[in-house]
């Protein structure tokens, strides 16, 4: 009972967040719209027994990506109306784009039923026993180690690749060297005197 | 709990949600009194540091002080500003305040004394903790106003800095343990040398102790690392422009978060709920005493610090994270899964 209460509830934050995402005007409140997406979707991943998804889930996407998100549309200076502009102009290629995923959707749930593909079983079982962290990564670090490895260094291209692309040597930057700012004490900087009254100070 | 509601004769649901209800307030209502309490002790340890005398005027000894204070902005007027959103501007201190209690449900207070004992404790930690910045970051863009902007932008770059260390932190404790189970992870720290308990007496895990209790305090913003609120740069930060019960919710749900990284740091490194010894007679004390001794003493710790170290530069507090702990953490990481490849899992094969 409280299952099927807390599916729906789920469900329905989920698709009504996620309309509100691509349907409200302020691009911040469409990121805050999509963080409520993640979350929800989080708790469909534990009502599933996924409990290791549904925390990455909340982890990487709304304790990371949403938030550079944020911090990105937060510091944009964004014109409404130019954004409304292209809404006409671009509605028969969004319609086509959501009728490919939504024949792709019913494409894959129709031969997933149907059987002769497998796709769930593909893995291999995995012993009921175990928690899913143990399983994930079991097979993470076994059988899909390249495949693991591979993903990593992808990963390490890009940020190379994003660092050499936007790096470059700018002239007139007086960089903190923190290996001086250590060593300096306070008779560096400051001496006592006995100064006579009357009289200025020697600088 | 759920039993017993359920002897009682109420149906399975019933009795859970019931029993959930009343474990939520048995956790709550405790940790906003501690919070409470924690203000004066605050208070009255930095002003000891400070040679002044700290509240003394509300009740015996001040004790009353911040009761009176939480009466105060209570019957005080909330202002929103006209440009802000508005919205946005009363749901951020609800989000603080909301995110620091709700981490509490998996923290452990005696064997099996928990809300929530699931497997993936450390994690569900881990993704509340990274909610937090969300509060700090909202209220600073829906405020419509510079100062908070400001002190919003920091906050949320310094917030994702010091999680990626204390998520590397947090594997070499998980990797000693072998598991993402608050509990499993006190009970693993029995015993260290026979008669000590707690990971922090592991030579390996000792560096991560004092790496994990500075992150805390950058994660919660708190003195040397305050730079959210740096009053001589940003007027008060992101709560510039809040008053009344919004200004106290930010106010309340930042001291939580600081007990929670104490309690935190005494779960994960110094025994939780264990005695300090693994000395028979010490079991009898309440585990939860014990628990909140070790709170108490790293809050302690938190106020010594306040009181007494200047605040970090910016870019100090970047290069601390960026450049030494997240290095520093990951060698740890490969040190700790090392160590344990060696020893417990039967070495190179």
């Keep these: ?29 469409s990121v805050l719209w999509l963080i409520l997406a993640f979350f929800n979707a989080a708790g469909l991943m534990i009502l599933l027994g996924a409990e290791f998804i549904a925390m990455l889930l909340v982890i990487v996407y709304v304790g990371a990506v949403a938030v550079l998100f944020l911090f990105v549309v937060m510091m944009l200076d964004i014109d409404f109306a130019e954004l409304r502009a292209g809404f006409v102009s671009y509605l028969p290629f969004g319609l086509l784009i959501a009728l490919v995923l939504l024949a792709e959707i019913v494409l894959g749930i129709g031969l997933w039923s149907a059987g002769p593909i497998e796709l769930a079983q593909r893995a291999g079982p995995v012993n009921p026993e175990l928690s899913n962290i143990q399983a994930i990564g079991g097979l993470l670090y076994t059988r899909y180690i390249f495949l693991f490895e591979a993903a990593g260094i992808v990963l390490l291209v890009a940020m190379i690749g994003a660092i050499v692309l936007t790096h470059r040597a700018r002239g007139g930057v ?18 006592n005197i006995n100064q006579p009254v009357g009289q200025g100070v020697e600088l | 709990m759920t039993a017993f509601f359920q002897e009682l004769g109420l149906p399975f649901e019933g009795a859970w949600l019931l029993s959930t209800i009343i474990g939520i307030l048995l956790i709550a209502l405790p940790v906003m009194l501690a919070v409470a309490m924690i203000i004066y002790a605050d208070r009255k340890i930095w002003a000891a540091m400070a040679l002044r005398r700290g509240p003394n005027v509300v009740g015996p000894f001040g004790l009353l002080q911040s009761f009176a204070d939480g009466l105060k902005v209570f019957l005080q007027e909330t202002i929103v500003p006209s440009a802000a959103n508005k919205t946005l501007f009363l749901i951020a201190p609800i989000i603080t305040f909301t995110v620091a209690l709700m981490a509490w449900a998996v923290v452990p207070f005696q064997v099996g004394v928990v809300l929530a004992d699931i497997n993936v404790g450390l994690l569900y930690i881990l993704a509340i903790s990274s909610l937090g910045v969300y509060g700090v970051v909202l209220s600073g863009w829906a405020s419509n106003s510079k100062y908070p902007f400001y002190s919003a932008i920091r906050a949320s770059a310094q917030m994702i800095s010091y999680e990626v260390s204390i998520g590397f932190i947090l594997i070499c404790v998980v990797l000693w343990a072998g598991s993402f189970n608050l509990t499993a992870i ?5 015993g260290y040398y ?33 730079l959210t609120e740096a009053e001589s740069e940003l007027v008060a930060g992101y709560q510039t422009e809040y008053s009344s019960m919004a200004f106290a919710l930010f106010w309340l749900g930042e001291y939580a978060n600081v007990i929670l990284m104490c309690a935190l740091n005494a779960v994960l490194f110094w025994g939780g709920y264990l005695p300090p010894f693994d000395w028979a007679p010490l079991y009898y004390v309440p585990g939860i005493l014990w628990l909140f001794a070790k709170i108490l003493f790293f809050f302690f710790v938190f106020s010594w610090v306040k009181a007494t170290v200047p605040r970090y530069r910016y870019d100090q507090l970047m290069r601390l994270g960026w450049k030494i702990f997240l290095p520093t953490s990951l060698l740890f990481v490969f040190l700790v899964s090392g160590f344990l490849m060696l020893t417990r899992y039967g070495g190179a094969q």
């Design chain 1, 174 to 191: 007086r960089p903190q060297n923190i290996a001086r700012q250590n060593q300096r004490r306070p008779q560096d900087a400051t001496r």
């Design chain 2, 194 to 226: 026979g008669f000590l308990n707690g990971n922090g007496f592991n030579p390996l895990l000792f560096p991560m102790a004092i790496m994990f209790l500075i992150s805390a305090m950058a994660e919660t913003a708190r003195a040397p690392f305050d």
């Design chain 2, 186 to 190: 006190v009970e693993s720290q029995k």
């Design chain 1, 1 to 29: 009972m409280i299952h099927v209460i807390a599916f729906y509830l789920f469900a329905t934050l989920v698709v009504c967040s996620g309309a509100l995402t691509i349907l409200s005007r302020n691009p911040v409140h």
